[in-house]
Nanobody, 121 residues
């Protein structure tokens, strides 16, 4: 069992940065891939970024590639999402998830409660 708790969301202006954190409990954290997903109002859940168990492989949604960076610290049981050059269209609730390395939300077994990111234009 893995429990995930996100933090770091907030209200920022377009062009600014935020860093999301997701702290996990559970001894098997390092064996899971971790992903960040988001859901904007009226839209479907969307893959944002993923990192494999070791951190050696990462994957990004095209529209955030070069602006967002996913990383993990297995010693701290934490995954991060550094978001730079934020745009209005990045506004959403962001969720972290643990499971298999994939863009498909169905391969992730554990989910956090989400943290709101609002970017004003």
């Amino acid at each position: 069992q893995v429990r995930l708790v996100e933090s770091g969301g907030g209200l920022v202006k377009s062009g600014e940065s935020l860093k999301l954190s997701c702290a996990a409990s559970g001894r098997t954290f390092s064996s899971y891939a971790l992903g960040w997903f988001r859901r904007a109002p009226g839209k479907e859940r969307e893959f944002v970024a993923a990192i494999n168990w070791s951190g050696a492989s990462t994957d990004y949604l095209d529209s955030v590639n070069s602006r967002f960076t996913i990383s993990r610290d297995n010693a701290k049981n934490t995954v991060y999402l550094q978001m730079n050059s934020l745009k209005f269209e990045d506004t959403a609730v962001y969720y972290c998830a643990a499971g298999r390395y994939s863009r498909d939300y169905r391969t992730y077994y554990y989910w956090g409660q989400g943290t709101q990111v609002t970017v004003s234009s």
